[in-house]
């Protein structure tokens, strides 16, 4: 419904300013390496990197922005035009982890899961199989919240393909000393990777169904909270029930716990991202 323009405001609506523009760091593909059957890894550089919050979170994120290639658009995009005068262009927005940054070379690497054929493999995903050296992509962030405590006395990290490369990054980043286990859900056995590890780490993979992920945490003695840390990233479903699994049956206290949903069954991004401000979406209760 139109509104009239001389509809009454609040007295300070005018003077209040408008939130600045998110960056966008726009970044060459320099090279591509196929790390498993399904899992892609783009190395993205330039003078875009200083664009990027860049942060020393093992689960960095950035958000791409990609645009419908009939629509002629070229990064960077303006937004607010976009959104203001033609809403059906604004560049879809996926998320990925950044799996290494190199300051001295100003790149990152992001490995992309593969998954489906043709329309059925995501626009993300089929960017980053199709993209060659020399495209652009215009990127937001970085985000991230979770590195592994150099003060625990152990670490749990739970997750499927998506969260593969924070796992394999919080990995890397820890403690020699450091001990735990990570318990990574794969559908195929080909996808799994040599994840550099500390040897007091057990590195476990969970081959079938998300319910066997499900079913190993299920078998663990989560009995000692004292200095653990967990960190727990999968399907939304799967989420909320391991979820229910440490928190309240386990008793782990949520203070130790990184939990969230990577993904949705079912659900493209735009959706996922919306629902999680409504009651399908919401993982603690």
């Known amino acids: 419904m139109q509104t009239s ?17 998110k960056p966008q760091a726009v970044l060459e593909v320099i090279s591509k390496t196929r790390l498993s059957p399904r899992l892609l890894r783009l190395t993205l550089g330039g003078p875009g990197y200083e664009v990027l919050h860049r942060n020393h979170h093992t689960d960095a994120y950035v958000k791409f922005l990609l645009a419908d290639p009939a629509s002629g658009l070229r990064p960077p995009y303006d937004m607010d035009t976009l959104r ?26 992001v490995d992309v899961v593969l998954h489906g054929d043709g329309e059925d493999s995501g626009i993300a995903a089929r960017w980053a199989d199709e993209a060659q050296p020399g495209d652009r992509i215009a990127m937001m962030g970085a985000g991230g919240g979770y590195s592994p405590e150099a003060t625990s006395r152990r670490h749990l990290l739970i997750g499927d393909h998506a969260a593969l490369p924070a796992i394999a ?73 391991l979820r229910a699994v440490l928190v309240k049956e386990a008793g782990i206290p949520r203070t130790q716990i990184s939990i969230s949903a990577y993904w949705a069954l079912g659900r493209i991004e735009d959706q996922f991202q919306a629902e999680k401000r409504e009651p399908i979406g919401a993982i603690d209760d």
Do not use: N
């Open 84 to 109: 203001a005068e033609q809403p059906d262009l604004l560049p879809a927005r996926r998320t990925y982890t950044v799996r290494h940054w190199d300051d001295a070379q100003q790149q990152i690497d």
């Open 169 to 241: 990054a919080a990995l890397e980043a820890m403690d020699p000393a450091a001990r735990g286990m990570a318990l990574i859900h794969l559908e195929h056995e080909e996808d799994r990777l040599a994840l550099a590890h500390p040897e007091g780490v057990e590195l476990r993979w969970v081959l079938g169904t998300r319910e066997d992920l499900v079913a190993a945490v299920q078998g663990l003695d989560l009995s000692d909270h004292e200095g653990l840390q967990v960190f727990c990233h999968v399907e939304r479903g799967v989420t909320k029930r």
């Open 5 to 21: 323009t001389d509809t009454a405001r609040p007295a300070d609506a005018a003077a209040r300013p408008a939130r600045p523009a």
